[in-house]
């Protein structure tokens, strides 16, 4: 089983810029597709961005794109998130996750992705 541990958030002021990261461990990392979720208090967790297995292909929520850029390292085992131009709405823990076997590389849907890391906080001040 995949473990996911993320990194790189933190406090920014509104126009900065911020990277996650996404360690993981085990050797199937590479083989899925992944994703960028993220969550406020209250809210369901909301599809960021999703890439697919070898990097050839991205997806964006339209409120990150242009903003944004999911990327992976396969041979890092790492996956990305370059997030410019934030906002206060970005404000969010941004969580990563392995898209589940057999299910659409692009797929929104929380419930098609499996192995979630901890979080990250990212906190946009205006």
């Known amino acids: 089983q995949v473990q996911l541990v993320e990194s790189g958030g933190g406090l920014v002021q509104a126009g900065g810029s911020l990277r996650l990261s996404c360690a993981a461990s085990g050797r199937t990392f590479g083989n899925y597709a992944m994703g960028w979720f993220r969550q406020t208090p209250g809210k369901e967790r909301e599809f960021v961005a999703a890439i697919s297995w070898n990097g050839s292909r991205t997806y964006y929520v339209n409120s990150v794109m242009g903003r944004f850029t999911i990327s992976r390292d396969n041979a890092k085992n790492t996956l990305y998130l370059q997030m410019n131009s934030l906002k206060p709405e970005d404000t969010a823990v941004y969580y990563c996750?392995?898209?589940?076997?057999?299910?659409?590389?692009?797929?929104?849907?929380?419930?098609?992705?499996?192995?979630w890391g901890q979080g990250t906080q990212v906190t946009v001040s205006s």
């Open positions: 996750a392995q898209g589940r076997p057999g299910r659409n590389w692009a797929n929104q849907q929380p419930t098609s992705y499996e192995n």
